[in-house]
T-cell receptor, first 114, second 117 residues
Framework: SAVISQKPSRDICQRGTSLTIQCQVD?????MFWYRQQPGQSLTLIAT?????????ESGFVIDKFPISRPNLTFSTLTVSNMSPEDSSIYLC???????????FGDGTRLSIL | AQKVTQAQTEISVVEKEDVTLDCVYE???????LFWYKQPPSGELVFLIR??????QNEISGRYSWNFQKSTSSFNFTITASQVVDSAVYFC??????????????FGQGTELSVKP
């Protein structure tokens, strides 16, 4: 399975600032997914990021708040903009292998907003 | 609409006990994929198993076993002779497409398993 590196692993940020999370994969993948896990909750998909096209956002998530870049087949970034305490969550990127391979996840970014 | 229900929020067992984590799913598709993931206290999400809807064979991997029953839309997970290291949150998930077709995962709420020595 692919090796997924996420940076930063954790951060504490001030209200109103923005943070960009990076996801690097050791092999080329077509699709990358960004999920959010709020404290004590399950995972919810934020958006699907395809290389060379705009990200597809799920209901309740908008590009202005969570802009995503996907410059190549091994890298993606998620920015959490104008952060508030409600954005305190674990953010995870996910990729899969070829064909019907299952999704594997990065170690996540634990984000706390003061 | 797709939905995954894990009715057990928390389970506590004593080491060496067997424990079953329940998962019930809803989907209109005839082809779909079911998953179990483990999230230990360190936070990473560890893939355990994937099942296709057209393969109802139960699976055993060491102390882990999975029971897939389409008739009841269930995909239950049993840990035999539980160990303290099994303590984690376990998520059941559903995807109606293969990954490379844009198959996003719909997660259940998770079951927090605590195995006490």
């Amino acid at each position: 399975s692919a090796v997924i590196s996420q940076k930063p692993s954790r951060d504490i940020c001030q209200r109103g600032t923005s943070l960009t999370i990076q996801c690097q994969v050791d092999s080329q993948v077509t699709m990358m997914f960004w999920y959010r896990q709020q404290p004590g909750q399950s995972l919810t998909l934020i958006a699907t990021a395809n290389q060379g096209s705009e990200a597809t956002y799920e209901s309740g998530f908008v590009i202005d708040k969570f802009p995503i870049s996907r410059p190549n087949l091994t890298f993606s970034t998620l920015t959490v903009s104008n952060m508030s305490p409600e954005d305190s969550s674990i953010y995870l990127c996910s990729v899969g292998g070829q064909g019907n391979q299952p999704q594997h996840f990065g170690d996540g970014t634990r984000l706390s907003i003061l | 609409a797709q939905k995954v229900t894990q009715a057990q929020t928390e389970i506590s067992v004593v080491e060496k006990e067997d424990v079953t984590l329940d998962c019930v799913y809803e989907t209109r598709d005839t082809i779909y994929y079911l998953f179990w993931y483990k999230q230990p206290p360190s936070g990473e999400l560890v893939f355990l198993i994937r099942r296709n809807s057209f393969d109802e064979q139960n699976e055993i991997s060491g102390r882990y076993s999975w029971n897939f029953q389409k008739s009841t839309s269930s995909f239950n997970f049993t840990i035999t002779a539980s160990q303290v290291v099994d303590s984690a949150v376990y998520f059941c998930a559903l995807s109606e497409k293969a990954y490379n077709q844009g198959g996003k995962l719909i997660f259940g709420q998770g079951t927090e398993l605590s195995v006490k020595p």
